[in-house]
């Protein structure tokens, strides 16, 4: 053969060769990111647009300063998180939904997809409070991985089916698929579901309670919050995010089911029982603040009891409220007190105090040593709360309106206080 002949087809054969690595070196298709006319029908929509970062913030923050950057058509992250930085999140929060998207790890690659994330100072990661669908390269992963560690995990809680799963290797495009419904969670993975479970049921609650999260009491617990995505160290990048949100179906739920305190959690050393079908809080030997709090987030909801004050009766019922280490409750609370001191009222457990306090000809509606009946709906940034049939307290809170949490009832540091409670009964909203 002619070695022009010879030079040629070895030219040709590297440009081929320069061509092809391209294509494996390049991001994305820039004829990503966009919805069908069916899709948008349906209630999809996008959640990057493929150009820009907007709508995508730090987590905790107000713009975006980590290390995520838009690479031809890409959400992109750089590699250079860790465990504690590296997050960024939706600047808009969901409830129930179907999540999809596509992602791509470099080789040994490590991320996740979060959601039902919680914003808070208090909260340094969003993974004490997000449950994730987790992402890895297992087969060039440096360390061994346990099984909750796997690709396609509800991270530390549940366990696809391996047999069912087909993975593209890294350096290749995966799509995987969150769907949320009322607690109803299914994990896909290229088009078919490998996981399914029920958040919140006696089982989810087993698994949080026994392992990894449970010295994180408030993992889980959001039935709202932002979707994050995780840089932990390695480039990853994602495309076609799309999100189609899913109605939130009405419950009503007995909070109390007059035997024992299943579905709620003591916090300190007070007294909280069962007796004569009541519950009753009552001051222990320490004499300081007590909690017990419903074991699920309630955000908007109509709820009325029945309270009666056996002994002193300095109380109350937090709405929106978490529980930080040790005994203490960050939150707002409907004040249940003795005649005069407010009850109805609201206060701010941090920050601001008494938000508002009844008017002093509101304090005779208060039946000492009598059955009482309370009544409080939470809506966005409204509450109000009733007495005894009486609107007590009518307000618009902007903090209140971004609070997430459970509902729980305090003894009061003192002593001497004992409080009963019977039909504590729940309309969500």
Not at 57 to 83: E, F, M, R
Not at 378 to 405: A, H, Q, S
Request: hydrophobic share 35%.
């Amino acid at each position: 053969m002619d070695s022009k002949v010879k030079d040629f087809g070895l030219i040709c054969f590297m440009v081929a060769g320069c061509i092809t690595m391209l294509s494996l070196l390049a991001s994305c298709d820039g004829k990503q990111n966009v919805l069908t006319d069916a899709e948008k029908a349906d209630g999809w929509k996008l959640l990057f647009d493929g150009t820009t970062m907007n709508g995508w913030k730090d987590y905790n923050g107000t713009s975006l300063t980590q290390p995520w950057h838009v690479v031809d058509g890409c959400i992109q992250a750089k590699g250079s998180g860790s465990d504690a930085s590296g997050y960024v999140v939706t600047d808009k929060e969901y409830d129930n939904f179907e999540l999809s998207w596509d992602w791509k790890l470099s080789k040994g690659g490590n991320s996740g997809m979060l959601y039902h994330v919680i914003e808070n100072p208090l909260y340094d990661v969003p993974y004490v409070t997000g449950p994730e669908y987790q992402l890895i390269d297992e087969d060039n992963f440096p360390e061994k991985l346990e099984e909750w560690q796997r690709l396609g995990v509800d991270y530390a809680m549940y366990l696809p089916d391996r047999e069912l799963m087909k993975v593209n290797p890294a350096g290749k495009w995966n799509n995987s698929k969150i769907v949320f419904d009322n607690g109803h969670v299914e994990h896909w993975l290229n088009g078919v579901k490998i996981l399914e479970f029920e958040a919140w049921s006696d089982d989810w609650f087993k698994r949080k309670n026994s392992g990894k999260w449970s010295h994180a009491p408030e993992y889980g617990l959001a039935r709202k919050g932002v979707i994050c995505l995780q840089d932990h160290g390695y480039p990853a990048s994602f495309r076609n995010i799309k999100i189609k949100e899913l109605p939130r179906k009405t419950q009503e739920i007995s909070l109390f089911n007059g035997t024992d305190l299943k579905g709620w959690e003591a916090y300190g050393t007070e007294k909280w029982y069962v007796e004569n079908g009541n519950l009753v809080c009552e001051s222990g030997p320490d004499k300081e603040y007590g909690y017990l709090a419903t074991d699920n987030y309630y955000d908007d909801f109509d709820l009325s009891l029945e309270f009666k004050q056996e002994a002193d009766g300095n109380s109350g019922v937090f709405i929106r409220s978490f529980i930080e280490e040790g005994v203490k409750v960050n939150g707002w609370q409907v004040e249940v007190a003795p005649k005069n001191h407010d009850t109805g009222g609201i206060y701010e457990s941090y920050g601001r105090g008494w938000l508002v306090q009844i008017p002093d000809e509101k304090e005779t509606i208060l039946k000492e040593g009598e059955w009482n009946t309370m009544r409080i709906r939470v809506k966005g940034d409204n509450v109000t709360t009733w007495l005894n049939g009486t609107e007590m307290v009518n307000i618009n809170d902007e903090k209140i309106g971004r609070g997430k949490g459970r509902i729980a009832l305090q003894i009061h540091s003192g002593g001497g206080i004992k409080v009963v409670w019977k039909n504590l009964n729940l309309k969500t909203l």
